[in-house]
């Protein structure tokens, strides 16, 4: 620790104009604040000093210093909650994927005939689409996947609408 990060605990008494250095340690107990080297404090605790003094100063008392604190802590999470209610109350909710939205996708897939990975149909179907030995489609619902080559690692797969008789 460096020279200056160190206060001398001798020289709060006057900073504080304080009448004896008995005060200056009723403080430093009332803070839990221990010498970091014999004599003196950090500056961290001078910080914590000053917020004290002042707060003595303004007519608190040393019982009543972490009181005060925890009441302002509580004000500014108190706070932070109503505007949190506040912005979700003005903020536009996402709507909410229209039902038919993927079956619409997997019939224009159908109608342009687009190869889809087999990423892409898991994510329109909710399900990896997986065929049976040495069969090439996969059906699920209104519509058949047909195993079509690769595009990169994955499989592709064509996208053929049933009719309602087929399946």
């Known amino acids: 620790m460096a020279e200056k990060d160190v ?4 020289d709060l008494r006057e900073r504080y104009g304080l009448s004896s250095r008995q005060t200056v340690y009723d403080r430093m107990k009332a803070l839990n604040i221990e010498p970091v080297v014999r004599g003196k404090i950090s ?7 000053d917020k004290l003094d002042e707060h003595l100063k303004k007519g608190g008392t040393l019982s009543n210093f972490g009181v005060e604190t925890s ?14 209610k506040l912005v979700e109350a003005i903020a536009p ?11 619409e996708e997997l019939e224009k897939a159908a109608l342009k005939g687009w190869l889809l990975t087999t990423e892409q149909v898991q994510q329109l179907l909710g399900v990896k689409p997986k065929v049976k030995g040495s069969d090439r489609t996969f059906t699920r619902g209104s519509f058949s996947f047909v195993k079509s080559g690769k595009i990169g690692s994955q499989t592709a797969w064509r996208v053929l609408k049933v009719s309602a008789g087929e399946s």
């Not at 500056?43 to 000093?49: D, G, I, V």
């Not at 302002?72 to 949190?84: F, H, K, R």
């Not at 909710?93 to 079956?103: D, F, H, I, S």
């Open 71 to 84: 009441q302002n802590q509580s004000d500014a999470s108190l706070i932070v909650a109503e505007l949190t």
């Open 93 to 103: 909710t996402p709507n909410p994927p229209e039902p038919l939205q993927a079956l």
């Open 7 to 10: 206060y001398p605990i001798s």
């Open 43 to 49: 500056a961290e605790q001078l910080k914590q000093m």
